[in-house]
């Protein structure tokens, strides 16, 4: 099928790619790299040209992998997948599930002998979608077990493998969520600082012409046109899962990470099957890797401060204030508050909520 490559109106592209999806759903083994010139094409934010596919806005690297991994990525019972929408936590995760798993070889008391003195999180624990798409993901097959994997990529998208059984041969999934509107303004700042690397990687997946005004992307946003985006949808997914199979889904929230880092850590580690002992406890191993991984000491490693990570990203991107709220420094109430009727409206009947855990789930 032919395309013009010519944007559409949201609705318009959710009925067009309900249609182009339905005929792929029906056959997995699709190649998507072959449909992919006739999906619904979309300005996104950031910037790039986003198609639409199984209900969510993708970047053409994204839906490569997506075809791609689902013939070649071979998952292990030990694996231990990291999952987020961007913006809500991922480098922090990385970073503290990088140094609770691997605490025996890299105690996190050497100080600049540990890999995170070095290396971004990002370096340490690669995301699946950003995998040389010609290897056949021979990369990931190098990994020795457990292997620590990451993805923005959405529940419902990811290779079968993973999320298609119930024994636990697919491996773990650890995902964590941040309030929209805090995702929102974190996207913002990250976009104003990536502006011409985020250009070239443009290139991958083909960039909107405009650079949006904070009015603009936050229209995108609400209209879920961002990557991997709507946040709500991705969220409810990966929520659902984590309800329906508890011993392969953790659900974190970054709100309450930032609360109880402490807390939020052993219980990320009892998950990874790597629980602290009551002796590394009390030796302060949980405090010196909360404080390893803490904002302030990561954001201010000459590694984060003048590196650059995949895609030619700078890892200083990474790192701004990371804290709850921020949304009201950047966005109108009646911004705020438009947000939240799209979020109240996706996620009506789910259950699910943003921000901190309710008294009663924690
Ligand atoms: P802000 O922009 O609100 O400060 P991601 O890692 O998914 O790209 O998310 C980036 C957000 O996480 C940024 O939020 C960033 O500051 C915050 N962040 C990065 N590292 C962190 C850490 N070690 N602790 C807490 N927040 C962190």
Not at 133 to 158: C, F, K, N
Not at 336 to 360: C, N, P, Y
């Amino acid at each position: 099928m032919a395309s013009t490559g010519a944007p559409m109106s949201a609705g318009a592209a959710v009925e067009k790619e309900e249609a182009v999806a339905s005929a792929v759903i029906a056959n997995p083994h699709a190649d998507l790299a072959e449909i992919m010139p006739s999906l619904p094409t979309a300005p996104g934010f950031p910037p790039y040209r986003l198609r639409r596919y199984g209900g969510f806005w993708h970047t053409d690297l994204y839906l490569k992998f997506i075809g791609a991994s689902h013939a070649c990525f071979k998952p292990r019972p030990t694996d231990v997948l990291l999952a987020s929408f961007p913006k809500t936590g991922t480098t922090w995760l990385k970073a503290l599930a990088f140094s609770a798993l691997n605490r025996a070889a890299h105690p996190p008391s050497v100080g600049a002998d540990h890999p995170l003195h070095r290396n971004s999180p990002h370096d340490l624990v690669r995301f699946l979608e950003l995998a040389d798409q010609d290897d056949d993901g021979l990369i990931y097959e190098e990994i020795p077990s457990p292997r620590l994997l990451a993805t923005h990529v959405p529940y419902s998208l990811l290779p079968r493998g993973i999320t298609g059984t119930k024994d636990g041969s697919g491996g773990r999934i650890v995902y964590v969520c941040r309030d929209p509107k805090d995702t929102f303004v974190s996207f913002w700042h990250y976009h104003e600082k990536t502006t011409a690397t985020l250009q070239r990687m443009a290139d991958v997946g083909g960039a909107s012409a405009a650079m949006p005004t904070f009015e603009e992307a936050f229209e995108l946003f609400c209209q879920g046109q961002s990557v991997a985006g709507p946040q709500w949808r991705h969220t409810l997914e990966y929520w659902e899962a984590s309800r329906r199979s508890p011993d392969q889904g953790l659900f974190l929230r970054y709100e309450d990470m930032l609360l109880d880092p402490s807390g939020s850590l052993m219980k990320l580690a009892a998950f990874m099957a790597c629980p602290f002992s009551p002796e590394e406890e009390a030796a302060g191993v949980v405090r010196d890797i909360v404080e390893l991984c803490s904002l302030g000491t990561l954001k201010g490693l000459e590694v984060n401060r003048r590196g650059s990570t995949m895609l030619g990203l700078k890892n200083e991107a990474f790192f701004r204030n990371g804290t709850v709220g921020d949304w009201s420094n950047c966005m109108t109430p009646a911004m705020a508050a438009r947000l939240d009727g799209i979020v109240a409206e996706a996620l009506q009947g789910s259950m699910l909520t943003f921000g901190a855990s309710s008294k009663d789930e924690v």
